[in-house]
């Protein structure tokens, strides 16, 4: 059987949030603890957590708390609006 990748498509806000919430909860004993009741997840968590550190250059920019509040804010309000 021939494995299959599959592509998931975040826009430049839900990457930049999703980001940052995997490096501030990776490593804390909460999540850690629930991720650790199906190891298996951490394959998955830390290519997507890898992926998203090496693609996104925000998080290296001297705005990125600005760039970060701002994106929350949007991605907020478009689920306000849904």
Do not use: C, H, K
């Not at 839900?14 to 997840?41: H, K, N, P």
């Amino acid at each position: 059987m021939t494995e299959r990748e599959l592509t998931i498509r975040l826009s430049p806000d839900q990457a930049l949030v999703l980001s940052d919430w995997l490096d501030r909860m990776i490593g804390t004993a909460e999540f850690d603890s629930l991720v650790d009741q199906d190891r298996a997840v951490w394959s998955p968590l830390y290519l997507i957590a890898g992926s998203l550190e090496t693609s996104l250059a925000e998080v290296f920019l001297p705005d990125y708390t600005e760039r970060l509040n701002a994106a929350r804010e949007r991605l907020t309000g478009a689920l306000d609006q849904g």
